[in-house]
T-cell receptor, first 115, second 113 residues
């Protein structure tokens, strides 16, 4: 079964550094998402992306965050200057369509630790 | 405030028994609901979904029930197995354009052999 893959599985960085989290969505999917989960808390929406532009973003997704689809297969999340509170699991997801009968399929996440 | 929440943070069941995991939602505009299973160290795994024009949907060993009158969603797992042990999340789509899902807080299901 096709799956969403994320790299790296664990990223440790110092506060103030830039990080790029990478994702390869399912190949025939057109809609891409980033969610995050702070330890012990709910999964939270960050951003959705379609046709090379952001469709929707949450309040969490401030100017420090950006997303990009640099080629036909990768989808990246960049955090420009990491803060301690950015430490979380970051999940990439994709779906075939954006209608509300197209479930999101998630990757296994990247654990980001900011020290 | 508007949120998706779960009644029981931990549910412990005997192997072979049926499990019922509950979820309450407060936004009557939500039109699509999904149950996800999350095992340790993995991402949420799609289990089953239901649209608001339905009140029941069945999959393999799982059934989702939707009661729009009381804004309640449940996941029933038949003949629960040790491999079912995980955290289960309900999520709702509030009809927004970007297919944004709002997740509940999760229920941990523990299956005793």
């Amino acid at each position: 079964e096709p799956e969403v893959t994320q790299t790296p599985s664990h990223q440790v960085t110092q506060m103030g550094q830039e990080v790029i989290l990478r994702c390869v969505p399912i190949s025939n999917h057109l809609y891409f998402y980033w969610y995050r989960q702070i330890l012990g808390q709910k999964v939270e929406f960050l951003v959705s992306f379609y046709n090379n532009e952001i469709s929707e973003k949450s309040e969490i997704f401030d100017d420090q965050f950006s997303v990009e689809r640099p080629d036909g297969s990768n989808f990246t999340l960049k955090i420009r200057s990491t803060k301690l509170e950015d430490s979380a699991m970051y999940f990439c997801a994709s779906s075939e369509a954006v209608q509300a009968n197209s479930p999101l399929h998630f990757g296994n996440g990247t654990r980001l630790t900011v020290t | 405030g508007e949120s998706v929440g779960l009644h029981l943070p931990t549910l412990s069941v005997q192997e072979g028994d049926n499990s019922i995991i509950n979820c309450a939602y407060s936004n009557s505009a939500s039109d699509y609901f999904i149950w996800y299973k999350q095992e340790s160290g993995k991402g949420p795994q799609f289990i089953i979904d239901i649209r608001s024009n339905m009140d029941k949907r069945q999959g393999q060993r799982v059934t989702v029930l939707l009661n729009k009158t009381v804004k309640h969603l449940s996941l029933q797992i038949a003949a629960t197995q040790p491999g079912d042990s995980a955290v289960y999340f309900c999520a709702e789509n509030r009809g927004n354009a970007g297919n944004m899902l709002t997740f509940g807080g999760g229920t941990r299901l523990m299956v005793k052999p």
